[in-house]
């Protein structure tokens, strides 16, 4: 199962920042992966910088680095790009291990690719890059 902890109604409950606490107060340092610029609120930069965590900040599909229309389709409710890269900026400012990462849209499995080309309207994944090599050109 997969879940952001750092999403909003986390921050509502502080269910994050108790985990981020427990693990500060045995001595357990954690790698996080997000999509969320939450992250880099002052509410938790102290307690991820107090225990040492490693911050992996996912910055969507390799292949459409930057096209905000894609991330928009795929990642719905998911920060703009450019927040999640100012979140990592202020988080390397703060001294925090931070690192990002992309997943090729070449490395999704049968149901994922499914749901990609519902989402986007494509009927292949070779088709929906040509088309943004082809938009980001313009």
């Known amino acids: 199962v997969k879940s952001d902890p750092f999403m909003w109604m986390h921050a509502k409950y502080s269910h ?10 045995y001595g357990v340092s954690l790698v996080i ?11 938790y930069i102290g307690l991820i910088k107090a225990g040492g965590h490693t911050i992996v900040m996912h910055m969507g599909l390799r ?8 991330h928009r389709l795929v990642e719905p409710g998911a920060p703009s790009l450019k927040r999640r890269a100012m979140a990592v900026a202020k988080l390397k400012e703060a ?3 931070v690192s990002t990462s992309q997943v090729s849209v070449y490395s999704l499995n049968e149901k994922q690719i499914k749901q ?7 009927d292949n994944i070779d088709s929906a890059v040509e088309s943004d090599k082809t938009w980001s050109a313009k």
Do not use: M, P, Q, Y
Not at 16 to 25: D, F, G, P, Q
């Open 33 to 43: 992966h997000t999509l969320s610029d939450l992250c880099a609120h002052e509410d």
């Open 63 to 70: 292949e459409f680095d930057g096209n905000e229309h894609i």
């Open 16 to 25: 994050t920042k108790r985990v981020l606490e427990l693990a500060n107060k």
């Open 116 to 122: 990609f080309k519902a989402i986007t309207g494509f």
């Open 95 to 97: 001294g925090i291990d």
